[in-house]
Each structure stands twice: as C-alpha cells, then as structure tokens.
C-alpha cells in the first residue's frame, strides 16, 4: 500500500510561479516510476510529466516543456513539479501518481488526491 499526499497548489497570476509536492507514506517511492497528470473540467485527465525509478529520464508534454520541471527526492520520499511561467490554460485539477512498472503511463497503481491550480489573467 502507498498513499500519496500532494500540497502546493493555489491562485497564481499569469507568468507566476508555484511547486507542487507529493509525499508517500506506506512503502519507499524508490521502486516506482511518478508522474503527474491534470485535469480541467470537461476535459480528460492527460500526463503532464514522468520521471524514471531513479531521476535519470523525465518526459514532458509539448504544452509545458520549457516551463515545468519534475524531480524526485527518494531519500524524503517525495516527487516535485515546479512550474513556471504559469499560463490560463494550466489551470487545472493536478494529480500524483505512481506506478510499479519501469514506465509511467496508462498504469498507474497509486493516485494522490489531487491539488486545484488556477492561474488568473
């Protein structure tokens, strides 16, 4: 059993700045792949970023590479998503998420229990 906790999320103007957390508790992240998602209402749940085992492979999406930077502290037992140049269209329900496999994707085992970003205009 893992369960992930997120903190991090809030109100920020167009071309701020906030960092997401992900916390687990019950079993050592070091075995599982992360990753975050987002969700906007009316829209479907979609990656956002993944990163490897150990931190040596990170994916982004298109829509926020350049700007979003996941990494992981496996001795804390934490995953961070910290965004920048925040824009309208990232406003969104964002969701933790882990997964047994080497690669994090359709998979997942362990979800937290999401965090509301909204970035005004």
């Known amino acids: 059993q893992v369960q992930l906790v997120q903190s991090g999320g809030g109100l920020v103007q167009a071309g701020g700045s906030l960092r997401l957390s992900c916390a687990a508790s019950?079993?050592?992240?070091?075995?599982?792949?992360m990753g975050w998602f987002r969700q906007a209402p009316g829209k479907e749940r979609d990656i956002v970023a993944r990163?490897?085992?150990?931190?040596?492979?990170?994916y982004y999406v298109d829509s926020v590479k350049g700007r979003f930077t996941i990494s992981r502290d496996n001795a804390k037992n934490t995953v961070y998503l910290q965004m920048k140049s925040l824009k309208s269209e990232d406003t969104a329900v964002y969701y933790c998420?882990?997964?047994?496999?080497?690669?994090?994707?359709?998979?997942?085992?362990?979800w937290g229990q999401g965090t509301q970003v909204t970035v005004s205009s």
């Open positions: 998420a882990a997964t047994r496999d080497l690669v994090l994707g359709h998979n997942i085992d362990y």
């Open positions: 990163i490897s085992r150990n931190g040596g492979s990170t």
């Open positions: 019950g079993r050592t992240l070091s075995n599982y792949a």
